[in-house]
């Protein structure tokens, strides 16, 4: 891997701690927040690739788990991955990977419904999939509590999934960080 290439893994970290910023909603049912940095997990799948796009989250996690207060309301240190948010939190990697993968597969014919497709089955799916059945373990809860709970984070995911859509295709189309020789 390039110094270009490790440039842009730090800098979809350091976005992700951006967007860390917007203070966190809270859902009590199920004790994890509504925050804007998953849409930085769809963006750095859709934007540096699969490999790529999962380092970049990698990288930001272990900041958070080394104790940087990253993490939307300023929370970070190891703990935030055994509470209810943990399996949120280690599954923004394999749904960065998977955008990222679905993107390059696509890269030749990447058109609005690929992207909001990779977004979404990345950046929402799997992560619900791991997620989920973390906050019921973590929470003590039942799956089908957390599952109900966990439907409220639906609508704003997919606002983040279209606006992770037009950043994708603008920057597919500007800058192309993924290269065609990456199908």
């Not at 935030?80 to 943990?86: D, E, H, I, T």
């Not at 609005?112 to 019921?136: C, E, R």
């Amino acid at each position: 891997m390039d110094i270009k290439h490790s440039v842009y893994i730090a800098l979809f970290a350091a976005i992700t701690a951006a967007l860390g910023i917007f203070p966190p909603i809270n859902i009590a049912a199920i004790g994890v927040p509504i925050t804007a940095q998953s849409l930085a997990v769809m963006l750095a799948g859709g934007i540096l690739g699969a490999k790529r796009g999962a380092l970049s989250v990698v990288l930001f996690l272990v900041l958070v788990a080394v104790g940087l207060p990253l993490l939307s309301g300023g929370r970070g240190g190891f703990g935030v991955f055994v509470g209810a948010s943990g399996g949120f939190l280690i599954s923004w990697i394999v749904g960065a990977y998977v955008t990222g993968h679905i993107v390059e597969k696509a890269w030749n014919k990447l058109n609005v419904v690929y992207a909001f497709a990779s977004a979404a089955i990345g950046g929402i799916v799997i992560v619900y999939a791991i997620g989920i059945p973390w906050v019921a373990v973590a929470a003590e809860i039942s799956f089908n509590k957390a599952f109900v709970g966990s439907m409220a984070y639906v609508p704003g995911d997919l606002i983040k999934a279209v606006i992770a859509t037009a950043i994708i295709l603008v920057v597919k189309k500007s800058y192309p960080i993924i290269s065609k020789s990456e199908d």
